[in-house]
């Protein structure tokens, strides 16, 4: 765990100084996606991982190519689905899940992964404001593809 710790903290600090590189680096979504879904990971190397997805995602050429990564969108909103996921790693995981949802093209298969219901559900049942309020942002961009009409109505 300690290894697997310090490299996901070494992601996240390459994510911040050097994002090219670090995007063009092969298999580099495919390692967090697996940090992220994989249940031996620690809490500690899943919230860097989420942290280097946002961090990543500033840049608005890699929207679409993070976004394409259905394992990526799936283990970030089951993330956000747990409820015994540490505040911090929800957090990153709803600021990543945010700037996917940048990309108007991703939005739909964020409703089709489930994210709606793990939205309204932090939105309505969580008392801490920065998650609520993080949650909502990303439920207002959802907002903005036809598909999420028929998921807000379920939720509702």
Known sequence: PLEQENAA??????SICNRQTLMSTRGLLDALSHALRSPSSSPVAVQ????????LLVVDDYRPIIGAKRDIVYALVDIVRNPHAPPRSIKDALKALFGISLYPLNRAAMVELGAVTALFSLAVKDGRVGIVDDATAVI?????CE????????VS
């Open 140 to 144: 207002a961009q959802i907002a903005g």
């Open 48 to 55: 860097a991982c989420a942290a280097t997805l946002y961090s």
């Open 9 to 14: 903290a070494t992601l996240l600090n390459l």
């Open 147 to 154: 598909e999420s009409g028929d998921a807000f109505r379920r």
